[in-house]
């Protein structure tokens, strides 16, 4: 594995653990702690890994899957056991955030505010009400991209997230989303230069009034952020969830490429956005190749293999 880098990652990564081949969790944390990674999400409370998280600094975003939102949402002395035996068991993490579900499935998505206020409650319960409660959406709740000025979330998605919205504006807590500029590219969604998906345009390619924009991923922020504001939710922070490119299983999956996104993603986080000129919070997908993943680019998005060699060559530190 080559060498650690100067100076703190810019941007947190996700770890997934879909793969029969993996390092240990013990092993996984002083590969994040090597490349300077400050932050960390995991999609389930995985013991092995909170516990080689514990002392170390790195703040945790943890995940209450989607299966055990029913129970969450429908039971208060459920949610305060969840709380107690991930959360409060764990006294040495440094939690950021507890997603309560990820891209819930919009037919299940009634349970999804009642667990994120049984969750939240348990939380202030304990004593632990500065870990904010939020949940991930996926880039297909969002309606309209282009110009970010019009962003909407869809119908369907309209149905629940004004529920959301209103919890995270009251709570203070951020909206996560996961987004993919790599899918809205290849699905044609726009029939855009890969530039602009890549952020290598020279120049604005969408002008929106005053505001330029040279990337789609800035592009959907802000359109993310209209689309929250449409809701009441003003005061919302996006963060970037998931983000990436694949190395290869599929149309404009190359290593060269994905190197480049996330090379320039790390590289312009800090900028913000043309509507927000403030670092975003961002996430790269993912730490691993994970083999137990579908075939084809869901098995290609690692940073690193499984035997701990780096994918590509790039530098986490801002």
């Known amino acids: 594995m080559a060498g650690s ?27 994040l702690r090597e490349n300077g990674f400050t932050v960390v ?24 899957p989607n299966d055990v939102l029913p129970a969450l949402a429908t039971s208060e002395s459920a949610a ?10 764990h006294p040495l993490v440094t939690f950021r955030y507890v997603v309560v579900g990820n891209e819930v499935p919009a ?14 409650a348990a939380l202030a319960a304990a004593g632990l009400g500065h870990v904010k409660v939020t949940t991930a959406i996926s880039q297909g709740t969002i309606a309209v991209h282009l110009p970010p000025s019009a962003g909407e979330f869809t119908e369907e998605a309209r ?18 989303a996961n987004l993919y500029p790599y899918f809205v590219y290849t699905l044609g969604l726009g029939h855009m230069d890969m530039g602009f998906a890549l952020f290598t345009s020279p120049g604005p390619v969408v002008q929106d009034g005053e505001y330029g924009y040279q990337n ?52 312009h986080v800090r900028k913000g956005t043309p509507r927000r000129p403030r670092r975003v919070e961002a996430y790269v997908f993912a730490m ?8 084809g680019v869901e ?20």
């Open 159 to 176: 149905s629940f997230m004004g529920y959301v919205v209103s919890f995270l504006e009251r709570t203070r807590a951020p909206l996560l």
């Open 80 to 89: 305060a056991a969840w709380v107690r035996q991930n959360i409060q068991a």
């Open 216 to 267: 789609l991923l800035d592009a959907t922020v802000d359109a993310l952020y209209t689309a929250v504001a449409r809701l009441g939710g003003s005061r919302v922070r996006v963060v970037v969830s998931e983000t990436g490119w694949p190395t290869a299983g599929g149309a404009a999956a190359s290593v060269e490429n994905a190197m480049t996104y996330n090379q320039n993603l790390v590289r």
């Open 107 to 120: 037919g299940e998505t009634a349970h999804l505010v009642p667990a994120m206020e049984n969750v939240h």
């Open 299 to 318: 098995q290609n998005w690692g940073l690193f293999y499984p035997n701990m060699e780096r994918v590509y060559p790039i530098t986490f530190g801002a």
């Open 288 to 295: 691993f190749n994970e083999n137990l993943k579908e075939a």
């Open 5 to 31: 880098n100067a100076g703190a990652a810019s941007v947190g990564v996700c770890y997934g653990t879909s793969g029969d081949n993996l390092p240990p969790a013990s092993t996984v944390v002083g590969m």
């Open 41 to 64: 999400r995991l999609y389930w409370p995985d013991p092995a890994a909170l516990a080689a998280l514990a002392g170390t600094g790195i703040k945790v975003v943890v995940g209450a």
